[in-house]
Every structure is written in structure tokens, then in C-alpha cells.
């Protein structure tokens, strides 16, 4: 007699995040930094994603805008891709 464990439950755990600057250009991103804000309001970088093929960084790019005002991070360094062909 052959005993069978249980299937495996895959467990996700979601929050929401804010796509602060990207890698790239912002109409084809290569990799997106991601933000959250803190308890006192302030945007805390939090991860950010694995790189963006080109349709992907072009789909995403479609719903991006520039930032309105100063940067919260601005003066920060990232790494960054070399800039790719555009959509």
C-alpha cells in the first residue's frame, strides 16, 4: 500500500508597492525599483524586480508617467542597464 502525501499549498503573500524609478528609459524600462511608504510618509526603497524582457518593459512603460515634483530619491544611485532599443 502506497501512501500519498497531501498536495503541496503554495502560499503567497501580496502587498502593494510603488514603482519609483526604473532602469532604463520609462517607456521601456529594463527593471523597476519598487517603494513604500514608512509611517512617518516617507518612500522606502523596498526590492526591486528581476529585468524586464523588451515587451515587457514596453507593456509596463505604456502605464508609466514622469514624477510630478522632486524625487524622493533623488541623488541615489542604482545600478543600471545599458539602454536598450525603444518600442
Given at each position: 500500500?502506497?501512501?500519498?502525501?497531501?498536495p503541496?499549498?503554495?502560499?503567497?503573500?501580496?502587498?502593494?508597492?510603488?514603482?519609483?524609478?526604473?532602469?532604463?528609459s520609462?517607456?521601456?524600462?529594463?527593471?523597476v525599483?519598487?517603494?513604500?511608504?514608512?509611517?512617518?510618509?516617507?518612500?522606502?526603497?523596498?526590492?526591486?524586480?528581476?529585468?524586464?524582457?523588451?515587451?515587457?518593459?514596453?507593456?509596463?512603460?505604456?502605464?508609466?508617467?514622469?514624477?510630478?515634483?522632486?524625487?524622493?530619491?533623488?541623488?541615489?544611485?542604482?545600478?543600471?542597464?545599458?539602454?536598450?532599443?525603444?518600442?
Amino acid at each position: 500500500m502506497t501512501t500519498r502525501s497531501p498536495p503541496a499549498q503554495e502560499v503567497r503573500i501580496t502587498t502593494e508597492a510603488i514603482v519609483a524609478p526604473v532602469t532604463g528609459s520609462i517607456a521601456a524600462p529594463r527593471a523597476v525599483l519598487l517603494g513604500r511608504y514608512d509611517a512617518t510618509g516617507r518612500l522606502q526603497f523596498v526590492g526591486r524586480s528581476a529585468s524586464l524582457s523588451q515587451a515587457a518593459g514596453c507593456a509596463l512603460g505604456d502605464h508609466l508617467t514622469d514624477p510630478a515634483g522632486a524625487h524622493p530619491w533623488a541623488g541615489w544611485t542604482f545600478s543600471a542597464f545599458p539602454v536598450g532599443s525603444a518600442c
